[in-house]
């Protein structure tokens, strides 16, 4: 499918930016092929083509112009993809369409499809049957049964701690694990998210159970578009509710315990810079899947979407190391390289574009990842626990909107505003 040609350049305002258009062609959607139950160490010779044929083919997919830079030398990821996550066009991928674990990147899905389900005031109380079916050695947050947490906290804990039990609360008030897999399935094939096959909510090991690099970049585009998604995804550190024990006088009292963002580009670590611009998204880590993330950073107004799977390196955080290189490259190939492909548009955008009487200004609506038709909230960096750092923060005096702030049929799907830095104390 040839590459879309950008018609304009964004003007970022004082106060807010007007983003131009794009024009895409949907693609037609493909049957998505049957789970595998474990990968093979070597990537299949034809994989899925969705969002255009050489995302389909095996290997290093980029076509670099005269002036671009070169790509990052020394890679070992099985598959990786950066994409511009407003225009959806792909700069560079590589093996983007393989079915591979995707370990906890696959909480972003679950997030998208469970998330605008509950308030986030909303309060549950753990009874011993939510947390039924955590896998051994899963990571935690420190949910205990009798105690009771608001839907914030439990995406906090998500998020934050990639906490499976925290996930299997939520499944379970929405319904049981099964319906909540039979949810994400739906919602991976609105999102035309065809390589995916989900067996856990929690991205826990399980035969089956396999998504791509080209996938987890549109659970996280999807994401991206909701307001509490980009909250949770951004924070750095929060107070997680303890347990209730009595104090000296005999009084009930409630602790809190402190947890961080297991997403070391968010906060750092002892050979990992936090970097610059990061905006979340997520990272994952099985015995099957290896080590696997999904990034997304902004930088001279630029968003880019970057994912990584299964570096083969086995060095401290190379999953992050690589995911920088990409990051690196990819704010200095923009405008540099023509696109191998693009990230396509939900299913339902892409059926609305086709209906007669179509038009720019028409939102999409229906569906998990629905889009709103008016202006986007401006998220707010209050309300948040005391003592809580975030990554980003939404700036009213530099807020840039999507001009209408409505899905473009048959055109791009940006964020609904770009997120900055707030500056660290």
């Not at 080209?214 to 347990?243: H, I, M, N």
């Not at 998990?368 to 626990?385: H, I, K, Q, Y």
Request: with cysteine.
């Amino acid at each position: 499918m040839p590459a879309p040609m950008k018609t304009a350049r964004r003007s970022l305002l004082a106060a807010s930016a007007v983003l131009s258009s794009l024009a895409l062609t949907a693609p037609a959607a493909l049957a998505a092929p049957s789970p595998s139950p474990s990968p093979s160490a070597t990537p299949p010779a034809s994989m899925s083509s969705m969002g255009g044929a050489r995302l389909g083919r095996p290997g290093t997919q980029a076509d670099l112009g005269s002036d671009a830079p070169v790509l990052p030398k020394g890679l070992t990821a099985r598959s990786w993809i950066v994409a511009d996550a407003e225009s959806g066009e792909v700069l560079a991928a590589h093996n983007a369409h393989w079915r591979l674990p995707p370990a906890s990147t696959m909480k972003m899905l679950f997030a998208d499809t469970v998330l605008p389900r509950f308030p986030k005031t909303m309060k549950h109380k753990v009874v011993p049957t939510d947390l039924t079916g955590v896998g051994a050695g899963s990571s935690m947050v420190g949910i205990k049964e009798g105690e009771t947490y608001t839907v914030r906290d439990l995406w906090l804990g998500v998020f934050l701690r990639s906490g499976n039990d925290a996930v299997h609360v939520l499944a379970a008030m929405n319904d049981g694990v099964d319906n909540t897999v039979e949810e994400m399935n739906q919602h991976a094939e609105e999102l035309q998210a065809l390589d995916t096959h989900v067996v856990t909510p929690d991205g826990y090991d399980a035969p089956g159970q396999v998504s791509s690099a080209y996938d987890l970049t549109l659970f996280a585009r999807s994401g991206l578009q909701k307001k509490d998604f980009r909250e949770y995804c951004s924070t750095v550190r929060a107070q997680f509710p303890g347990e209730t024990t009595r104090n000296k006088k005999g009084k009930q009292v409630r602790g809190s315990f402190e947890i961080q963002n297991t997403n070391r580009l968010l906060t750092g670590d002892s050979d990992v810079s936090v970097y610059q611009g990061i905006a979340g998204v997520k990272n994952g880590n099985t015995t099957n899947a290896g080590a696997t993330f999904t990034g997304v950073a902004e930088r001279g107004g630029k968003v880019l979407l970057v994912t990584v799977m299964h570096p083969e390196k086995e060095e401290h955080n190379e999953v992050y190391k690589e995911t920088s290189q990409l990051f690196d490259w990819g704010f200095k190939a923009v405008g540099k390289v023509r696109p191998v492909g693009e990230l396509v548009p939900p299913r339902s955008a892409a059926q609305a574009s086709a209906q007669p009487g179509a038009n720019a200004t028409a939102g999409r609506t229906g569906g998990a990842g629905a889009v709103p038709a008016t202006p986007a909230v401006n998220a707010s960096a209050g309300g948040r626990s005391g003592g809580m750092g975030t990554a980003l923060a939404i700036t009213g005096g530099l807020l840039v909107l999507l001009a209408g702030a409505a899905f473009l049929v048959n055109r791009r799907w940006p964020l609904p505003d770009l997120v900055r830095r707030r500056p660290r104390p």
